[in-house]
């Protein structure tokens, strides 16, 4: 079963309530695996299909076999990665979570082009997971203690779903190839 989610946005900046409610995304700054700056959604989300999960590098279990799991969907995907969708995972502990560090994370699993490992200031990051749904509590204080979620959307349609980064690979890489690809 797939569940649809709906949104409750808020404006928080000037331009917010000029943009259609399905693009009242935060336009903060991130920084890639590959140390280039990036706008989360001019540069990454405007227009296109993608799939966001936050993670960390420092955790034993849960993100790698995540990313693992991932990583079958970007193989299923093939060139489309990078051309029609494209996948992001965030660091939910950026103090530690440098470039240099998500770089080597991305070369553990032999990542290629058109998904970015990104990090941003803690409160960006906050804001982030508020707009997408997930559920944060007040003390959040330890990146252990995170939710571990896919999200996946069509930012032109408006259309966005969460998933299990550990549901079917196919599944997921069909929602994202045909479903929310218009």
């Known amino acids: 079963m797939t569940l649809v989610l709906a949104f409750a946005f808020e404006a928080t900046d000037a331009n917010a309530d000029a943009r259609p409610p399905h693009r ?11 140390g280039d700056q ?6 990454l989300i405007r227009d296109k299909v993608v799939s966001i999960n936050f993670i960390f590098t420092r955790c034993s279990d849960s993100c790698p076999a995540e990313t693992a799991k991932l990583l079958e969907v970007y193989k299923k995907l ?5 051309r029609d969708i494209f996948m992001y995972s965030i660091s939910i502990d950026p103090e530690h979570d440098t470039p240099e560090a998500l770089n080597a994370f ?7 082009p058109g998904w970015l490992f990104l990090r941003a200031e803690q409160g960006d990051v906050e804001l982030l997971e508020k707009r997408f749904g997930l559920d944060l ?3 959040y204080d330890d990146p252990k203690d995170h939710n571990i979620s896919l999200v996946m959307g069509n930012e ?12 079917n690979s ?5 929602i ?7």
């Open 38 to 43: 990036v706008r989360f959604y001019e540069d």
């Open 106 to 112: 991305a070369k553990k699993f032999d990542i290629g």
């Open 78 to 82: 093939g060139d489309r990665v990078g």
């Open 170 to 174: 196919g599944v997921l890489a069909s």
């Open 137 to 139: 509590d007040e003390s």
């Open 24 to 34: 009242r995304f935060p336009d903060i700054q991130l920084t890639t695996h590959e």
């Open 156 to 167: 032109r349609t408006g259309q966005w779903i969460r998933r299990s980064p550990f549901d």
């Open 176 to 182: 994202l190839g045909y479903r929310l690809f218009d």
